[in-house]
């Protein structure tokens, strides 16, 4: 299956992320860059970061909106929705949604970035519907990071996916996310030596690979 960014951009590509720690720590956006560069497509990838807490902070941030309209992305990743911590709330998502819109109209692909569940805390359900809040209506594609995680850690439970504050990625949680970030945008399956972080211990890339690939991606 081939993305439409392979259309539009056969040989460079240019990602924006806007999102916050989850994307930051180890630099989600970097990882996904060098995964794609080692894929063997012989496509060069930009990427570039803006940080926020939550997408909701930007509201009448115009600076981050013309980045947006002015970019010429192929692609945008969006990551920090306004969820509740209790799971009980239900909070506005009108700026992240005007995000996505923007990104759009200014002829990207939005991508939504799921992050995945708080150690011990059963909330990939509630966080991904917080996101198709956002999906819906802009017709962005979900990519869902938490649904990978979750099965990655139930074909290994001892995974080391989480920081110690048990909330943030370790490196290998990291890099968890940026080769479901890059198979979603690129239409790509996981090639059969991919780039991986230096260090990381092969047993447990193997299972993340496994996990990766067992996503089912739906047009």
Same mark, same amino acid.
């Given at each position: 299956?081939?993305?439409?960014?392979?259309?539009?951009?056969?040989?460079?590509?240019?990602?924006?992320? !806007?999102?916050?720690?989850? $994307?930051?720590?180890?630099?989600?956006? +970097?990882?996904?860059?060098?995964?794609?560069?080692?894929?063997?497509?012989?496509?060069?990838?930009?990427?570039?970061?803006?940080?926020?807490?939550?997408?909701?902070?930007?509201?009448?941030?115009?600076? %981050?909106?013309?980045? !947006?309209?002015?970019?010429?992305?192929?692609?945008? %990743?969006?990551?920090?929705?306004?969820?509740?911590?209790?799971?009980?709330?239900?909070?506005?998502?009108? $700026?992240?949604?005007?995000?996505?819109?923007?990104?759009?109209?200014?002829?990207?692909?939005?991508?939504?970035?799921?992050?995945?569940?708080?150690?011990?805390?059963?909330?990939?359900?509630?966080?991904?519907?917080?996101?198709?809040?956002?999906?819906?209506?802009?017709?962005?594609? %979900?990519?869902?990071?938490?649904?990978?995680?979750?099965?990655?850690?139930?074909?290994?439970?001892?995974?080391?996916?989480?920081?110690?504050?048990?909330?943030?990625?370790?490196?290998?949680?990291?890099?968890?996310?940026?080769?479901?970030?890059?198979?979603?945008?690129?239409?790509?399956?996981?090639?059969? +030596?991919?780039?991986?972080?230096?260090?990381?211990?092969?047993?447990?890339?193997?299972?993340?690979?496994?996990?990766?690939?067992?996503?089912?991606?739906?047009?």
């Amino acid at each position: 299956m081939l993305s439409h960014l392979l259309l539009l951009a056969p040989h460079s590509l240019r990602i924006l992320f !806007i999102g916050n720690s989850f $994307t930051w720590v180890n630099d989600v956006p +970097n990882l996904v860059r060098q995964i794609w560069e080692a894929d063997g497509s012989h496509q060069s990838v930009q990427v570039e970061r803006i940080d926020a807490g939550h997408l909701e902070d930007l509201a009448g941030n115009r600076g %981050v909106f013309d980045k !947006i309209k002015n970019g010429r992305w192929n692609a945008v %990743v969006f990551e920090g929705a306004m969820v509740s911590m209790s799971l009980t709330r239900d909070y506005p998502q009108d $700026t992240a949604i005007s995000l996505a819109n923007t990104a759009r109209k200014a002829g990207a692909k939005p991508y939504l970035f799921v992050e995945w569940p708080r150690r011990g805390i059963d909330e990939t359900d509630y966080t991904l519907n917080v996101y198709w809040r956002i999906a819906t209506p802009t017709k962005s594609r %979900v990519i869902p990071v938490c649904r990978v995680w979750d099965r990655a850690l139930k074909m290994q439970p001892q995974l080391d996916l989480y920081s110690p504050d048990g909330n943030h990625a370790s490196a290998l949680g990291s890099y968890l996310a940026a080769c479901t970030i890059y198979r979603y945008i690129s239409g790509r399956q996981i090639p059969a +030596n991919p780039w991986v972080i230096p260090g990381l211990p092969k047993e447990q890339v193997s299972v993340i690979l496994k996990a990766v690939r067992a996503q089912e991606i739906v047009s």
